[in-house]
């Protein structure tokens, strides 16, 4: 096998990348039954594919002349890398953007038995049938034109590839204050759940007032003959106003039943004091815990979750240990605005 420069590498990189998002949008769109811009970077690249060729390729120039070596060494160069990215990327962006748990013979999910035999068999047409032309091809670039090329290309890639890890880091955030959120909402529900209670207030009512699900439901049926009407874009910051409205209304409920315990503190008999002091203080600091909260919802940019609906409308198969659950209600937000 020829000795590449390291323009002429860079080349090569870029071209197997721009392969692998063709063939990975055309899969996953035939079986999403839409097209699917895969990829975690905005362009039409994937650097998983692109780094797997060139490392099958480096890895098979002493036995390219046996197949069943090429088959070995790339599969077991292709299967490391690919384990090694699936869990680093998780690593740090808390979401698994492949995931092969449910594969027989897999390992931690990030790599499966059936996945790399294929690696295997994409190294024998790899090496034999589809690299030679590309490296003839190659050959025929003028050198003058290798290395500025390499360049322009590697420029746009470095900044795609920084807006995108920021995207993803936006995304990890936004799951983390969601699920926070979340917990935060049903914290002070539980708080006020005692309060309530403890002043004499119809428990059962409240909860249902308070639950999120139920406020969500109701609010998507009252609105979803407008919502069908709606264009794309419109449709998601629909969702996302609903979900907004949802919570806020769960905490003005929240908020009311607080302040109508505070205002009841001073008729039970049995505090007086320090206690009803106590009692008073606690209370003064959970009502101020929902008002910053409400505040933070209003405040809150539809921009981030924009941004995040993308790498998941690239990714559908993406999941999250820590947070399968936001991750599950984004996806459908997301699906939501395809309808």
């Not at 390219?64 to 790339?74: N, P, T």
């Not at 590697?154 to 955030?173: C, I, K």
Request: proline residues 3%; contains cysteine; hydrophobic residues 45%.
């Amino acid at each position: 096998m020829h000795v590449y420069t390291s323009s002429q590498w860079v080349l090569l990189f870029f071209f197997y990348c721009f392969c692998g998002w063709v063939w990975e949008s055309c899969y996953v769109s035939v079986c999403q039954r839409r097209w699917v811009n895969r990829g975690f970077l905005h362009g039409p690249l994937l650097p998983i594919y692109g780094s797997g060729a060139i490392l099958i390729l480096l890895a098979t120039i002493p036995v390219a002349e046996d197949l069943r070596l090429v088959w070995f060494f790339g599969m077991l160069a292709a299967t490391v890398l690919e384990y090694v990215t699936g869990d680093v990327m998780e690593r740090i962006f808390k979401v698994r953007y492949w995931d092969y748990s449910n594969q027989k013979c897999n390992l931690n999910g990030h790599i499966c038995l059936t996945s790399s035999i294929a690696w295997g068999f994409f190294s024998i047409l790899l090496v034999r049938f589809i690299h030679p032309p590309i490296a003839r091809l190659l050959a025929r670039v003028p050198a003058l034109c290798v290395d500025p090329l390499a360049f322009v290309l590697t420029a746009a890639f470095t900044v795609d590839a920084v807006r995108s890890v920021q995207a993803a880091l936006n995304l990890r955030d936004l799951l983390a204050r969601a699920m926070e959120e979340n917990e935060e909402l049903r914290r002070l529900a539980m708080r006020a759940e005692v309060y309530a209670a403890f002043a004499g207030d119809d428990l059962r009512r409240f909860r249902e007032r308070t639950e999120l699900e139920k406020l969500e439901l109701r609010q998507r049926v009252e609105e979803g003959l407008a919502e069908r009407r709606q264009a794309r874009a419109e449709r998601v910051e629909a969702s996302l106003r609903r979900r907004a409205s949802a919570k806020l209304e769960a905490l003005s409920t929240i908020s009311s039943a607080l302040e109508t315990c505070r205002n009841h503190l001073d008729s039970l008999p049995d505090l007086t004091g320090d206690e009803l002091e106590r009692r008073r203080a606690d209370l003064e600091e959970v009502i101020q815990r929902v008002r910053d909260r409400e505040a933070a919802i209003r405040g809150r940019s539809t921009a981030a979750y924009h941004r995040s609906l993308r790498i998941l409308r690239a990714n559908p198969s993406a999941v999250s240990k820590e947070f399968g659950g936001v991750l599950e209600k984004l996806k459908t937000l997301g699906r939501d605005g395809e309808d």
